[in-house]
């Protein structure tokens, strides 16, 4: 497998969504001219703009920036009520992030039944 740098997988998740560079400078509040920049790997952008792209495309920032041959398919939680909970895992230790996986398993099972 190959490694994807960060402006590739920037690029590819633009692609993935028909954002233009220019749409998605708009998004992030910044100049144009920073995108070719960033897709090709001239330069990193700011920790906040890393957040606003992780967001736009439902990516974690470890997967923008870490060598990472998985390809993810971007979350697309319309109901924001559980896209807020979803988001709030990440606050929880590994332990509870377990229990409530098992948990949520033993449910969604219990629905195919």
Known sequence: MTTLTFGEKLMLLRKKKSISQKKLAELLGIAIQNMPRYEKDDYLPKPEILIKLADIFGVSIDYLLIDSHQNPEPMNILDTELLQL????????ENEKNRLKNLVKSYLDSQRN
Do not use: H, S
Request: charged share 25%; aromatic share 0%; glycine share 0%.
């Open 86 to 93: 979803v988001k709030a895992i990440d606050n929880l230790n």
